[in-house]
């Protein structure tokens, strides 16, 4: 059943660009990157390794390392812009509104604390000064939290409560035996479940917005069925807006509502899920779907969009794509394409849309 | 329990390495002709070449080197280490030894705290401001006391501390010993350990003076080794930092004071906290530059004393205890990473 | 190999290298580092080769001294011939400018900073006209330590002061340096060669007989350094020869069992599989595959343990295993001065403190190499 989303943005990015400074140079990572977010949708962001989404997400998230240098742009989220934010008040946001889900569980779950350590502290920090106030949280059936009527509340007593949230959280994302699990350490978990303690720890915070980065990637592909099932299950026990990063087509066919697709930097179409199936329009996103092997059909050329990703330290002007474009024109070189609608809700970047096509 | 076998297994191999280490020991300080006449230490000038000749035989001096090692390794089994060269006649080399160690312990114990206190805060820095004047500051004090010889900076501490002090009128803390001439024995001897005796005997003014004593060479040895320490902290900190845990632990919200004691922390202090273990376990082998240097009545100084002296049997079993020592502290160090990284198991 | 992919590969180490020499270079205190190394280095080259032994203050009849050597030094020009030789045939080997003239500088470091054999001690039948008035004197009016005896005879100026033989101590200090230097580039370098040798050795045929070396190197880690080099110092005897040779012992075991781990942790990456499925012989691809990659903690260890090495010999001199009392090493010059502790303070403090500034250009050279080779913090 799909989830009527609002047309309130929750999150609008706009003309955003970030460069990294390496050894080799300036790196310009993100070219101008112009994203909507709506409000309780599960929007999915593609491209390849490299085109920058992961940079996106962590710009959003304010966790961008040293080197890195945000040229301009706005990143509006609930009306706030988050880059005029300073770190304290980034770090409140992100306690209490953004929450994040990383790729490789074993990598990002800190190997000496055990499970409990880090799903309790990921709960305290969002919820740990309204216990401390009285706050209580709903109980199955009672939709609101409640307040106790003693008001502040002693150390042990939160402690408990964030104990039972946290086996709470465990349940909710179908691990068996929470128990058990809280007293474990990562290592002793396998990668399926280890990934599930992420999602417990993101959705114990309530976030406004969820942003999950590649979390299918290292995965199995049966375990990555079941996490995409368990994301689906809990969209509607949620109230957040969801990114789903990732290279792989065929997870935001399952999960989303809308696609954005991005190249080298560059956001280069957004469309409903459908929409971009049955019409893409960037030359891109055509190449990408024309590269997807079909198994039932008959045999055919595997084909691919030609050329290679574009060296980010020296990128090709403008519309980055244009050196591997079939329908490129000098147009492409001189002037960089906008994201426009060209139908209602479905956003291209390209010029045969909105130029006459010159002779080349 | 996997851990109790490897522990076991360890042990065996201890014992090999010890008996190895005991070859070689005997080698050196009865074998090699030219060095030591192992005689020298159960004898007096006064007595005569026959009485000489006497204990050669009941020793089994006379007899080939490897007919010698049994006799030696049979009599140290059953706590027989002989005795201590010719000054100290009549007195056995272990009863020599359990008189010094505890003023050793006491130098090591105050050596490891300072090290360890000075040392880990300025590597935590120093990897937190990385790069920056902090960092470049902590690396010249590190290296610099990583290239101090001991007896120089001992030397420069009393230099200044005792008589630089003492001339410009200023309290000045003790250059030499271990306790004031004239409280020794004001205290009954429970640990051996001065400070502790004093404490445990009640009498504060022995405990303090027992203090300051300790000040100035738990002093020279911290500073020469706390720059180790540093650095060793200062990488694997850098290390922990840029691992992907702290990404997800900063994603939290958490509090970036959080961050470092509760995520960052507990990793990166697994490799000095076996640093700090080893490290200990080096001291108690003595200091013996700095013990020299200070006149500390601990081990290290008479280990000097006896091999200037030819005391074979002395030497021998101090090389020994030490090796036992420090065999025993990889093995613990070994036992407790266990505890510290629960991805560790045996 | 083809004589292009030869290029190709030696381009690429060349690459590597100026990386990280600049890298190196962009940190100051390294900079420091290597100017005071070399100034020391330049020093040891004036006061060996061109200050003339008439030069120095003489008032004891010093004879000279020949102390024995475990360096090769023949005559320049057989030199010239053996160590070109060996240059070119690295060369050939490597194919990288840049190896061949770091091994040329090591030659040069070690043929020709190095004392040449011969020092000055007491005469002991030279003649008695000392002047002791000379004696743990102070006439350099910059401080004044104030302690008496301190007043040098009118006339005299010894910049540190004179020590208990009334010699000036600038220039023993001056002497003492090149001595140092050499005794520890020789004892780190033999210790490397040996320790990486037989360690690689170990490490790549694994089995008993790298047990065995491991059980050795265990045996050896056993004792503390210091100890084991005071009993062999006392076993072999006092003479420079003996004690360098106390301290190799105690000094290469560390070697053996950095280049085995580095070794071990190579061997297992898949390009060493990939050279084996290629038909390389194991003995090719140990020296010129393995060996070159692991290389680099051992360079660290190496430079730092100069430093280390200077000081355990000096620590061993001021113990009291000098050959002679006489003998202008900084250990031995500052074991004089414990004599006469608070009496003469500088003739503890000026050889200690050359000591410290000699370990801390080496160490923080080493502590540098350390921090751009660490393959985490590159790039």
Not at chain 2, 179 to 185: M, R, S, V
Not at chain 2, 204 to 222: E, S
Not at chain 3, 351 to 377: K, M, W, Y
């Amino acid at each position: 059943m799909e989830k009527q989303s609002t047309q309130q943005a929750l999150l609008q990015i706009e003309d955003l660009r970030v460069d990294f400074t390496t050894y080799a140079g300036k790196v310009k990572v993100l070219n101008g990157v112009d994203l909507t977010l709506h409000e309780g949708e599960i929007f999915g962001l593609v491209g390849e390794s490299g085109c920058g989404k992961s940079v996106t997400a962590l710009t959003i998230a304010g966790l961008l390392p040293e080197n890195s240098e945000i040229i301009s742009g706005k990143v509006l989220f609930e009306g706030d812009d988050l880059l005029k934010k300073s770190s304290n008040q980034m770090r409140e946001t992100r306690a209490m509104k953004v929450a994040m889900i990383f790729q490789d569980p074993m990598t990002f779950l800190n190997p000496v604390l055990t499970v409990g350590t880090q799903l309790t502290e990921s709960i305290d920090v969002r919820y740990g000064k309204s216990i401390g106030e009285g706050w209580r949280p709903p109980k199955s059936g009672d939709p609101l939290g409640s307040t106790t009527p003693s008001g502040r509340t002693g150390r042990r007593e939160k402690k408990r409560i964030l104990y039972e949230m946290a086996i709470d959280a465990l349940r909710r994302v179908r691990l068996p035996d929470p128990e058990r699990m809280m007293k474990s350490f990562p290592h002793e978990l396998s990668g399926g479940m280890r990934q599930r303690v992420m999602i417990a720890m993101a959705l114990a915070r309530n976030p406004d917005l969820l942003i999950a980065d590649e979390i299918t990637t290292a995965l199995d592909v049966t375990i990555q069925a079941q996490i995409l099932e368990l994301l689906r299950t809990l969209r509607g026990e949620l109230k957040s807006t969801i990114v789903v990063i990732t290279h792989d087509l065929g997870v935001v066919a399952e999960v989303c509502d809308r696609i954005g697709v991005m190249y080298a930097g560059d956001v280069v179409e957004v469309a409903t899920v459908d929409d971009l199936f049955a019409k893409p329009m960037h030359p891109y996103t055509q190449g990408l779907l024309h590269a997807i092997p079909i198994v039932t059909g008959g045999n055919e050329r595997l084909e691919s969009v030609r050329g290679t990703v574009p060296d980010l330290i020296h990128p090709p002007p403008a519309c980055r794509f244009n050196p591997r474009c079939p329908h490129a024109w000098d147009l492409c070189a001189k002037e960089k394409p906008k994201l426009l609608a060209q139908s209602p809700g479905h956003f291209v970047a390209c010029h045969l849309y909105t130029q006459e096509r010159k002779a080349s | 329990m996997r851990t109790i076998e490897y522990v076991i297994r360890r042990l065996i191999l201890m014992v090999f390495v010890l008996f190895g280490v005991s070859l070689v020991v005997f080698y050196l300080t009865h074998g090699v002709p030219s060095a030591w006449d192992p005689v020298t230490a159960f004898i007096n000038p006064k007595m005569s070449a026959a009485q000489i000749q006497a204990i050669r035989v009941q020793h089994g001096f006379n007899q080939p080197l490897y007919i010698q090692y049994f006799y030696w390794l049979r009599d140290a089994l059953q706590g027989n280490w002989g005795h201590t060269g010719n000054e100290a006649l009549g007195q056995p080399v272990t009863y020599i030894f359990s008189l010094r160690f505890p003023y050793t312990v006491e130098l090591a114990v105050a050596a490891t705290i300072l090290t360890v206190g000075i040392g880990i805060p300025l590597g935590i820095v120093s990897a937190l401001k990385n790069n920056k004047l902090p960092d470049h500051v902590s690396r010249i004090v590190a290296l610099t006391g990583y290239s101090t010889p001991a007896y120089w900076f001992g030397f420069v501490l009393q230099l200044v501390f005792f008589y630089y002090f003492a001339i410009w009128g200023l309290p000045n803390l003790p250059s030499h010993g271990a306790l004031a001439q004239t409280l020794d024995g004001a205290v009954p001897r429970t640990t051996g350990i001065p400070i502790l005796d004093g404490l445990l005997g009640g009498n504060l003014a022995y405990a303090w003076d027992a203090f300051l004593h300790v000040i100035l060479p738990a002093f020279t040895l911290a500073f020469i080794s706390l720059g180790y320490l540093a650095r060793i902290v200062r990488a694997s900190m850098l290390e922990v930092l840029r691992q992907d845990y702290i990404i997800l632990a900063r994603s939290k919200g958490l509090r970036e004071r959080v961050v470092i004691y509760r995520h960052a922390l507990r990793n990166a202090l697994i490799p000095a906290a076996t640093l700090t273990g080893l490290f200990l376990a080096g001291l108690l082998g003595g200091a013996i530059i700095t013990e020299f240097i200070f006149a500390w009545p601990g081990v290290g100084q008479l280990s000097l004393v006896a091999v200037f002296a030819g005391d074979a049997n002395f030497v021998a079993y101090y090389t020994l205890v030490i090796a036992l020592i420090i065999i025993v502290a990889n093995l613990v160090v070994d036992v407790l990473y266990v505890f510290l990284d629960p991805r560790i198991k045996y | 190999m083809t004589s292009a992919k030869r290029t190709r590969e030696s381009q690429a180490r060349t690459e590597e290298l100026k990386y990280t020499l600049h890298q190196l270079f962009r940190n100051p205190l390294v900079v420091f580092g290597l100017v005071l190394s070399v100034f020391f280095i330049v020093v040891s080259i004036y006061v060996t080769k061109i200050m003339q032994p008439t030069e120095f203050a003489n008032p004891l009849g010093f004879q000279p001294l020949s102390i024995g050597s475990l360096s090769v030094d023949p005559s320049i020009f057989l030199n010239i011939l053996i160590y070109g030789g060996l240059a070119y045939l690295l060369q050939r080997l490597y194919d990288n400018k840049w190896v061949t003239i770091g091994f040329l500088a090591v030659v040069f470091l070690i043929l020709y900073v190095p004392v040449p054999r011969q020092l000055w001690v007491v005469n002991p039948d030279g003649p008695s006209n000392i002047d002791f008035s000379q004696k743990l004197c102070w006439s350099n009016g910059l401080i004044n330590w104030g302690t008496p005896p301190s007043a040098c005879p009118p006339g005299s100026n010894y910049l540190l002061g004179s020590d208990d033989f009334g010699r000036d101590l600038f220039q023993m200090i001056l002497i003492a340096i090149p001595l140092d230097l050499s005794i520890a580039l020789e004892i780190v370098l033999i210790a490397t060669a040996f320790g990486v040798f037989l360690g690689a050795v170990a490490a790549y045929s694994g089995g008993k007989v790298d047990e065995i070396l491991l059980r050795i190197t265990d045996i050896f880690f056993a004792f503390p350094g210091l100890i084991l080099a005071l009993v062999l110092a006392a076993i072999l005897g006092r003479n420079i020869t003996t004690l360098t040779i106390a301290v190799l012992i105690v000094w290469w075991p560390t070697y053996v069992r950095l280049i085995r781990g580095q070794i071990l942790a190579e061997k297992s990456k898949n390009y060493v599989e990939a050279l084996r499925s290629l038909g390389l012989s194991s003995r090719r691809i140990l020296f010129f595959h393995v060996i070159p990659n692991s290389i680099y903690p051992v360079l660290v260890q190496s430079t730092l343990d100069i430093g280390g090495v200077i000081l355990t010999f000096s620590a061993l001199m001021f113990l009291g295993f000098s050959p002679s009392p006489v003998l202008p090493e900084l250990g031995n010059l500052a074991s004089s001065g414990a004599t006469y502790f608070f009496l003469a303070p500088w003739l503890i403090f000026f050889p200690g403190a050359t000591i410290v500034v000699i370990s801390l250009a080496f160490n923080l050279i080493g502590d540098g190499i350390r921090d751009v080779l660490d393959p985490r913090l590159r790039r």
